[in-house]
């Protein structure tokens, strides 16, 4: 097979994936009553217990305004907090709120229990190779930036 014709299968396939995924997720987030953006960042503040506004635009790559939206959504449902840094006012923390915290216990359930079913039906001999595929495609993709 050519470089292109790999190319394009690897776009194919990426595409599929993303796709499958994007339902699962919003599946998933809707039954909580928030949006895939919302739920991404409880994943993410809930992982790190704490994280400034920045970082989490940052690992979640969208732009601070767009990320200052949901988490002002967040605040709201009272999912979510702010903690201004008594050292340097211009630094919030934002971290998870008891009802926040569940909401995150319970995604983290879902996705485990998903992601084990996926795993088991995967061949014993290939799983290894799975994922040793997809933390490749995963670096080469943050290295190489689209667009």
């Not at 039954?31 to 409880?42: E, K, P, R, V």
């Not at 088991?120 to 930036?145: G, P, W, Y």
Request: aromatic residues 2%.
């Amino acid at each position: 097979m050519t470089n292109t014709n790999n190319s394009q299968q690897l776009r194919e396939l990426v595409k599929t994936l993303v796709r499958n995924l994007g339902v699962l997720e919003k599946s998933e987030a809707s039954c909580c009553g928030i949006t895939l953006g919302q739920c991404h960042a409880i994943v993410e503040i809930g992982s790190r217990k704490t994280i400034s506004l920045n970082e989490l635009a940052e690992l979640l790559n969208l732009d601070n305004s767009t990320m200052s939206r949901t988490v002002n959504n967040l605040v709201n449902q009272n999912l979510v907090e702010r903690e201004i840094d008594p050292s340097d006012r211009r630094y919030v923390k934002i971290k998870l709120t008891k009802e926040g915290e569940a909401s995150f216990h319970s995604i983290e359930e879902s996705m485990t229990q998903y992601f084990e079913t996926v795993l088991a039906s995967i061949a014993d001999d290939k799983r290894d190779q799975v994922i040793e595929s997809l933390q490749l495609l995963v670096k080469a993709i943050k290295n190489n930036k689209c667009c």
